[in-house]
């Protein structure tokens, strides 16, 4: 599976071909390109609670949902918290986002229910999109490095297993822009947290620097899980992206010390 830019009356957008060409799910990862916000949220926010006029905020979510194909007034967002929190959506979660409040915390949204748009933020965490086109269940994770030490993209496919009765081999899944290994520097906390996750498997993600710090490859790391999770290699789309390299595109929490919009990705089934 490959990861491919689209571009719909101005909405430059990401998509995994594998999902695509499975049928049956609508879905992308947004860039900071195609909207209307001004100024540091120029111009596809869609991060409502940054401080953007609200309005924009509505405007840029009806574009890119008519790019993708979902619907705006089904989306259902989560409470993000670096967690591994996993929540079944229901019928009754519809519109918890831009019209009703999100009562409850969750890094990882999955769903059966047809039209449902699963929605999480991201702005150099990574945010990944799991697909069954042979269940017909759908995902999307919100994954940092806390939440990947804490395994959320194995949690995600266990509870999809256990709710919905997939078959691990059966499970597409799409990692979206995100900080690359190349800029995400840190400190030992967060390589000795994979480290006491995943053993000695994860030091192929971790590099060393000169300077006694490390660089880590979440992308890699959460390939793995998911990998060990039982999903193929195959069913895994890698985006290259890497936020903090490219402003232009991408809001980076790093490059820009919190002052910024976010990007989402949103899968709902058709």
Not at 34 to 57: C, F, K, T, W
Not at 189 to 213: C, H, R, W, Y
Request: hydrophobic share 40%.
């Amino acid at each position: 599976m490959n990861i491919t830019e689209h571009n719909a009356s101005g909405v430059i957008y990401l998509s995994a071909d594998g999902i695509e060409t499975a049928g049956g799910a609508a879905h992308g990862f947004s860039t900071r390109l195609g909207g209307v916000s001004e100024g540091i949220y120029a111009s596809l926010n869609l991060g409502a609670n940054r401080g953007d006029d609200p309005a924009h905020v509505r405007e840029n979510y009806r574009r890119f949902c008519a790019a993708i194909g979902t619907d705006v007034e089904r989306m259902v967002f989560s409470c993000q918290v670096h967690g591994c929190g996993v929540r079944v959506v229901t019928a009754a979660d519809i519109g918890k986002g831009l019209g009703r409040p999100v009562d409850y915390e969750a890094d990882a949204l999955i769903t059966d229910v047809p039209g449902i748009a699963l929605t999480v933020f991201s702005a150099d965490c990574l945010p990944i999109l799991l697909y069954d086109p042979q269940r017909r269940v759908a995902g999307a994770v919100h994954a940092g490095w806390r939440g990947t030490s804490l395994g959320i993209v194995t949690r995600t496919v266990e509870r999809m297993v256990e709710c919905f009765a997939c078959r691990r081999e059966d499970i597409l899944a799409a990692i979206g822009p995100g900080i690359s290994k190349c800029c995400f520097e840190t400190h030992e906390d967060v390589p000795n947290a994979m480290t006491e996750a995943l053993g000695a498997s994860a030091l192929q993600f971790i590099e060393i620097l000169p300077t006694g710090k490390f660089h880590l490859d979440l992308k890699g790391l959460n390939a793995k899980r998911l990998e060990g999770a039982g999903v193929l290699a195959e069913h895994i789309a890698v985006s290259p992206d890497c936020t903090a390299c490219m402003p232009e595109k991408y809001w980076s929490h790093r490059v820009t010390q919190g002052q910024r919009g976010s990007q989402a990705a949103m899968i709902a089934l058709v």
